[in-house]
Nanobody, 123 residues
Framework: QVQLAESGGGLVQAGGSLRLSCAAS????????MGWYRQAPGKQRELVAH???????NYADSVKGRFTISRDNAKNTVYLQMNSLKPEDTAVYYC?????????????????WGQGTQVTVSS
């Protein structure tokens, strides 16, 4: 069983910063990719940023230059540093990971989601 535990959300004024963390735990063989999605009220869930095992990153255009994703492989943890926050960044942020696990004598890559953490940016 694999779990993703998120932390770091909260309320911040526009222009402020927050750092989200997501730690993966359980029967992990390896982690292929980790990332962050967000979902604002009445909107679809969208990709914010993700990072693969080799370190390559990808960002939504709306957060480029303001958000930075990083990863600590030893801790199976991904971080999202969010600077210059705007009211439109308000959403529930979800951690996402593609993790290889051992099962039935072989290994499989499964997708996992965190429970979500609320980020609210006031104007």
């Amino acid at each position: 069983q694999v779990q993703l535990a998120e932390s770091g959300g909260g309320l911040v004024q526009a222009g402020g910063s927050l750092r989200l963390s997501c730690a993966a735990s359980g029967s992990i063989f390896s982690i292929n990719a980790m990332g962050w999605y967000r979902q604002a009220p009445g909107k679809q869930r969208e990709l914010v940023a993700h990072i693969i095992s080799g370190g390559s990153t990808n960002y939504a255009d709306s957060v480029k230059g303001r958000f930075t994703i990083s990863r600590d492989n030893a801790k199976n943890t991904v971080y999202l540093q969010m600077n210059s926050l705007k009211p439109e960044d308000t959403a529930v942020y979800y951690c996402n990971a593609f993790i290889r696990v051992r099962r039935y004598g072989s290994s499989f890559v499964d997708e996992y989601w965190g429970q979500g953490t609320q980020v609210t940016v006031s104007s």
